[in-house]
């Protein structure tokens, strides 16, 4: 696992960090959610042209595979957003 400290010392990527709060169960949430075809639609590279009323109640419903104190991190509305946007860049990679 990568931990909080590792990201802040840049031993390991934004994307890297957050990918390891994502599986199946949250990618599919983030799908349902906000929507294949809007994510993979989506042309702005931090998919900012999905509304982020949208990406802060996603976050808010994610039930992740790992807890933030098992890599030295707290939950905040920001961190399950920073989730949900990886597991929808994985979503559009796939496809």
């Known amino acids: 696992m990568k931990t909080r400290k590792e990201y802040l ?3 390991c990527t934004h ?3 957050w990918a390891q709060f ?4 949250v990618k ?4 349902n959610y906000i929507g294949r075809d809007a994510i ?3 042309t702005d590279p931090h998919l900012n042209d999905i509304p982020i009323a949208k990406w802060d109640h996603v976050g808010r419903l994610l039930l992740l595979p790992i ?16 989730i ?3 597991a929808a860049r994985q979503i559009k990679e796939e496809n």
């Open 22 to 25: 994502v599986d199946k169960r």
């Open 67 to 82: 807890t933030f104190e098992s890599v030295g991190d707290y939950c905040t509305l920001s961190s399950l957003v920073c």
């Open 40 to 42: 993979i639609s989506s």
């Open 15 to 17: 994307r890297e960090f």
């Open 9 to 11: 010392n840049g031993e």
């Open 28 to 31: 599919a949430h983030v799908a």
């Open 84 to 86: 949900a946007k990886e």
